[in-house]
């Protein structure tokens, strides 16, 4: 019998509403009238240029290991990459704030999330979140004012446990947390290897949302209607 739903963050509760481009673009503008703020004067391209380079070289330790690069490491990269030494709390609390603020400017919900959560919990579902994101304060921030921070019974975060999915680590984690067993519970996310294959290998049920029809798996959909059907069905026919 399910228990227990639990959904991945980045596009599949938030996404993005501009290219990945247009959202570096705006982090490095951010990032560098941060720095000038502080007294530092570094031309857009080169503030630009060493946020590529740092989330380069942090995303080769996240996707070879699956171990989390905390946000506050990354821009300590970041920094030496700009020849920067300065440490202080006021700098790193600046750059924290103006790397982060896409997430708040240039995101929205994904269309029917609100209703799906409160269809899942109105049905008596326990609710978690189980998310490869490299800070936790804004995240429960930006759930807060989209209004999802309430529906969630467990909130596991790369950031915080220090795996990422799919080790089965975090997996494990957010089921413990709502002591229950795998067979109990259903991941929801639209990274196939990732949230699918990571749920699946510790025997969690997985919904991939997802519209790409390019790799065949029986249980995906590309909106919330159609991911509440296949979690009554789940419920009702424990075996599917």
């Not at 920094?79 to 300065?86: A, C, P, R």
């Not at 759930?143 to 909130?155: N, P």
């Not at 002591?179 to 990571?198: K, L, Q, R």
Request: with cysteine; aromatic share 14%.
């Amino acid at each position: 019998m399910i228990k227990a739903v639990f959904v991945d963050f980045w596009k599949t509760l938030i996404a993005p509403r501009v290219n990945e481009d247009e959202y570096f673009a705006f982090r490095a503008k951010c990032l560098a009238e941060a720095l000038r703020t502080l007294g530092y004067t570094f031309d857009f391209d080169r503030v630009l240029s060493a946020h590529k380079s740092s989330r380069r070289i942090c995303d080769v330790v996240r996707e070879s290991s699956f171990i989390e690069v905390p946000l506050d490491l990354e821009l300590r990269v970041f920094l030496s990459i700009l020849e920067v030494y300065d440490r202080n709390q006021n700098l790193m609390v600046s750059l924290r704030r103006a790397y982060m603020r896409p997430l708040f400017d240039l995101t929205s919900m994904i269309d029917g999330v609100l209703s799906f959560l409160e269809n899942v919990k109105g049905m008596g579902f326990m609710v978690g979140l189980i998310s490869n994101v490299y800070t936790d304060l804004e995240v429960f921030d930006v759930l807060k004012m989209y209004g999802l921070y309430d529906f969630f019974d467990s909130m596991v975060l790369s950031c915080i446990v220090g795996f990422r999915k799919p080790r089965s680590e975090i997996f494990k984690f957010a089921l413990n947390s709502l002591s229950i067993y795998p067979s109990e519970a259903v991941m929801i996310g639209d990274d196939y290897n990732a949230d699918i294959i990571g749920a699946l290998n510790v025997g969690m049920k997985a919904i991939w949302f997802t519209s790409d029809h390019s790799v065949e798996y029986p249980f995906k959909a590309d909106n919330f209607n159609s991911i509440l059907k296949i979690i009554v069905n789940f419920s009702r026919n424990p075996s599917s």
